[in-house]
Structures are given as C-alpha cells and as structure tokens.
C-alpha cells in the first residue's frame, strides 16, 4: 500500500502583511516562511482542516492582480471621452514584475484546497475571483476517503483579532 499524499491548503491574503500576521495566529507561531518570490513570502505550518492532517500554506498577493484598459488606439492617445463608452477593453496583469500569475499557479500545484483571506468588501470579493482564476485549475483532487467536494473556500473576517481570525477559519463558506 503506498501512502497518500499530505494534503495541503493554500491560503491566499490581500497582501504580505496580513499573510503574515494569519499565519503566525493560526500556527501558534510555529510557521516557517519560505521566498520563492521575492515580494510574496509563503508561509507553512501542519494542522488540522476538515478533520484532515494537512500542511498549510500561506501567501498573498498586493490587491488587484488584474486592470482594465483599453485596447487598440483607445490605449494610447487622445481620444474623445464619448467613444471611450463603447470603446473594447482588456484585462492584463496589473504589476507583470511581480510575478503573482506565476506566483499562485505555481504554489496552488502542490494543493489540494483554497483559501481566500482577502478585505470583506466589493473589491475583496473582486480580488478572490482574480485568485481563483489563476489557481483553481491546477488544484490537486484529494484522495482521503473523507476528502470534503468543496474545495474553495472564503474566510469572513472583520479584524485580524487572534480570537476573530481563529473564528473565521472555523466557519469558512464559499466565495
């Protein structure tokens, strides 16, 4: 019999800071940080998630990965502001030095589940699909018999009080 696995979770914050600062709370200090990017630290640490044993990573990224713009010769230029309401757009990665695309699909390779700690607003919310659209896919499927279907999951939280953010982690719902 060949042994599973560890099934690990990423977790993924609105910005370095407050990666660090849930990582240490819910490790109870004990997490080690690793720098496979130069601005987006990861954090690690073994628990408990869904009554599994689990490795815990923690990362972030620095608000939006993704703007607006406009394409063709509406980017560049002037332009008469009317046109611009019918003009085409495209999403591009806001800070392409940063690396955060490459970033997040390379760490969520290793993870079986996601977890989004980003602001409790609108743009958090915005945020948490930009995550997911770079990660989802390259999502490992668990394979412990009681491994849960879900495997995106959102935290709600509204300080990043230990007694808040332990409670958040504990009633994770869906993005």
């Known amino acids: 019999r ?34 496979t990017n ?12 869904e009554n599994m044993k689990v490795k815990f990573k923690m ?30 757009t495209i999403k591009e990665q806001q800070d392409p030095k940063s690396r955060v695309c490459e970033h997040l699909q390379r760490e969520a390779r290793s993870a079986h589940y996601l977890v989004l700690w980003l602001d409790c607003d609108n ?7 930009e995550v997911m659209q770079n990660t989802t896919r390259h999502l490992k499927r668990a394979t412990t018999h009681n491994a849960p279907q879900q495997t995106v999951y959102r935290a709600h939280f509204s300080s990043i009080a230990a007694p808040d953010i332990k409670a958040a982690m504990h009633t994770l719902g869906k993005p």
Do not use: W
């Open 2 to 35: 060949t042994m599973p696995d560890l099934v690990e979770v990423l977790m993924v914050a609105e910005k370095p800071s407050l990666a660090d600062s849930i990582s240490r709370i819910l490790s109870n200090g004990t997490c080690e940080t690793r720098r």
């Open 38 to 49: 130069r601005r987006f630290p990861v954090h690690e640490y073994y628990g408990t998630f």
């Open 59 to 88: 990362t972030s990224v620095a608000g939006h990965i993704y703007g607006t713009t406009f394409s063709g010769q509406y980017g560049r230029g002037r332009v008469d502001e009317v046109e611009l309401y019918s003009a085409p």
């Open 123 to 129: 743009e958090g919310e915005n945020i948490c699909f």
